[in-house]
């Protein structure tokens, strides 16, 4: 009887997050296999991440090299690094094969399990703290709609998927109450299905970790008893931990390197400082707030540190905040029935998270305190947004929500149903957000380039690498049936390369973009209007057809057999009149990719001028082990010119010099402080025939 009186508690649960999910993401439910949640960004990125997984036949955890992006080179797979995500990717792979190919829809079924299975989750907790169903109700509306949890639904599909936190902590609490199977089992079970949700989970996981055996130890030590009970919780729960993340460890060693390729984006230490948690946006409304969130914005805005807002909404909500504090009070004054361990827990729950999640220094009334996040960024760099710890902040918050508003609800049932559907809506208008919905239905333009013929495109404004633009171009991908040009990932070959594409105006612009064989320009017209900028003509192309704000070009320019461009060690390109764009080296060495377009090798000379600073160097170039040249550069222009032969594909040149490295200023007498070995000016590639002679049939492709 017991057992079907709580059913429909589970049910009415169930129906009200499903229907607070399609009402937070509304129009999505209405067309969800073409709308997304959220606009042009990460969510896109993930969609397109699965399209091409489907495109290359590979499952998450492939590091195959992807030829839609960044054509030609292509750009690897983030297999490496999909592990610790598994239990998102790989369903979402799966659910893509059973809609048909339909990713958007795919990737918004596994969003809206997301947005129900959380509060869900959080109200199997609160009601194993409270018991009724509006207190846990509110406390899983609270967990699960947090302006930050919604703001990561844009786009961060992992942090969408919080229940494991809400079922480790209730396993935890059954630990503590005697009942030890079923406990561990539950605990077991979370610390599987986090770690391998996300890798910040892992930290997540620590830091729930130290606050329970905080909150345990300390209640034993003020009760003075049960402290070698607290010792054995905690060796068994670090003896799960580390069993269940040994795989990913395993991982970790075994492909160090591709993952630090793959998350090489992460730039280091000063994102401490960009995204952690400032005092005040744990409390100030966030800026999607629908009544005051035209006074808070402004506030926000200026105080952003370097972060955005898909991070920093860390507002808590004020009604939520209030029946936290009801929690406190109660277990303050021993009201009975009140369960002073889970306060306390609570509250430990929310000091480490908010202590972990701040900058790695705050300086209140001028004292310097340093703070978790540097220690921890030294062991493990790829952690870098400690602002997500509000995880650990909301878990602590939810049985406080519970247990406070199961203070302040009135006895009788129609009374409590009222009050609670009362603080329901004011939580409601306290959280709602009103982002923005993506609709992915194809623009004219890609479809008429997917009926063409063969070659990759490239589109203006030429994108940066993780650029909005970028996300928008490389979502199209499918549509337009051609590869990408960009897409590289940052200091890469093509990152360097495609900086000198960047006006399809310029001479050189279309000689290197039909080497690299690129046949179609599309330029976004009404991206540079609003920038207040003209429009490019693309030299060396003619325009197919215009579609409103965007334009087709075909390019015309003749093919060169092969190509040479500079590495990512070379910087500060200095263009001048359509002269060679000089390059400056920085360190003792640095590549250049040689690209051959044909099938079978093709002997070039490659000619290369050189400035050298100050001193004579001693400069070698090397394909490989083999040295192609090794001259004396004296301080003065000097050519270097060798012969090659060009295998089909890319392949690398490397050029050192030993000498020390000199300081622009030093040698010109300003204050440039950039610090050179020497300065390259113009590379050419001319065809060689088999004797070594040039070719005079074939072009010269120069590199400016």
Do not use: C
Request: proline share 8%.
């Amino acid at each position: 009887m017991t057992r079907l009186r709580t059913i429909p508690a589970w049910l009415a649960a169930t129906l009200l997050y499903a229907a607070s999910a399609v009402a937070m993401t509304w129009p999505v439910a209405r067309a969800p296999w073409r709308m997304l949640y959220g606009d042009i960004g990460d969510g896109t990125g993930v969609v397109v991440l699965i399209r091409n997984r489907r495109a290359l036949d590979v499952g998450p955890l492939s590091s195959a090299v992807n030829h839609l992006e960044n054509a030609p080179f292509g750009v690897p797979l983030s297999g490496a690094s999909s592990l610790p995500q598994i239990v998102v990717e790989w369903p979402l792979q799966l659910l893509v094969g059973l809609t048909a190919g339909n990713e958007v829809l795919a990737y918004n079924i596994v969003l809206f399990v997301g947005l129900v299975a959380s509060p869900l989750a959080a109200f199997v907790l609160a009601r194993h703290v409270t018991g009724g169903f509006w207190a846990p109700a509110l406390a899983g509306f609270v967990f699960g709609f947090l302006p930050w949890h919604m703001a990561k639904a844009t786009g961060h599909l992992v942090f969408v998927h919080l229940e494991a936190f809400p079922v480790l902590l209730l396993g935890l609490l059954l630990v503590r109450e005697g009942r030890r199977r079923r406990g561990w089992i539950l605990v077991a079970t979370a610390l599987l299905v986090a770690a391998y949700t996300s890798t910040y989970f892992t930290l997540v996981i620590a830091a729930v970790g130290v606050a329970f055996v905080a909150a345990d130890l300390g209640t034993a030590l003020l009760a003075r008893s049960g402290v070698r009970d607290v010792v054995l919780r905690a060796a068994v729960l670090l003896g799960i931990a580390v069993t269940v993340h040994l795989p990913q460890a395993l991982w970790l060693i075994a492909r160090r390197s591709t993952i630090d390729a793959e998350l090489s984006a992460s730039r280091g230490s000063v994102d401490l400082v960009f995204y952690s948690a400032r005092w005040w946006e744990w409390f100030v409304p966030h800026s999607q707030h629908l009544l005051v969130g035209g006074w808070t914005r402004p506030f926000l805005e200026r105080h952003i540190h370097g972060s955005n807002f898909g991070e920093s909404s860390l507002y808590l909500g004020l009604v939520a905040l209030g029946l936290a504090g009801v929690a406190v009070v109660t277990a303050i004054r021993r009201r009975p029935g009140t369960p002073g361990f889970v306060v306390v827990l609570g509250v430990t729950l929310m000091v480490v998270g908010a202590i972990v999640a701040s900058p790695p220094e705050i300086t209140p009334f001028g004292v310097h305190i340093p703070m978790p996040a540097t220690p921890i960024h030294d062991l493990f760099p790829h952690w870098r947004v400690y602002a997500r710890l509000l995880v650990v902040v909301a878990l602590g918050l939810t049985p406080l929500v519970a247990i406070g508003a199961k203070a302040v609800l009135p006895g009788t049932p129609r009374a409590a149903a009222a009050v609670a559907l009362a603080l329901g809506a004011a939580m409601w208008v306290d959280y709602a957000p009103s982002h923005p919905v993506l609709d992915t239905r194809t623009p004219p333009v890609y479809t008429y380039l997917s009926t063409l013929g063969p070659g990759s495109r490239v589109e203006y404004p030429l994108p940066t690498a993780y650029s909005v633009e970028q996300a928008a171009y490389t979502f199209r991908t499918e549509a337009a049936g051609r590869p990408l040009l960009t897409g590289a990932l940052p200091f890469s070959w093509g990152d360097t390369l495609h900086r000198r594409l960047v006006d399809p105006g310029r001479p050189w612009v279309a000689p290197i973009l039909a080497e690299l064989g690129v046949r179609w320009i599309v330029v976004h017209g009404d991206a540079y209007a609003r920038a207040g900028v003209t429009p490019p003509v693309p030299r060396g192309a003619s325009l197919v057809k215009r579609f409103g704000g965007d334009s087709l070009w075909k390019v015309d320019v003749r093919t060169p057999p092969v190509g040479t461009y500079p590495g990512p060690e070379f910087a500060g390109l200095e263009p001048g009149n359509g002269a060679p764009s000089y390059q400056w080296l920085f360190g003792d060495h640095g590549r250049f990719v040689v690209w051959n377009n044909r099938e079978r090798d093709v002997p070039v000379i490659v000619r290369m001028e050189v400035i050298s600073f100050a001193i004579d160097r001693h400069v070698t170039v090397r394909a490989g082990d083999r040295v192609l040249t090794r001259v004396v550069v004296p301080a003065s222009p000097s050519r270097i010119t060798f012969r090659y032969t060009a295998p089909p594909g890319m392949s690398e040149l490397g050029v050192e010099s030993h000498e020390p490295a000199q300081r622009v200023g030093d040698v010109l007498g300003n204050g440039d402080a950039r610090v050179v070995s020497f300065q390259v000016g113009a590379i050419t590639t001319t065809s060689a025939t088999p004797d070594g002679s040039p070719d005079r049939r074939n072009p010269v492709l120069t590199v400016r």
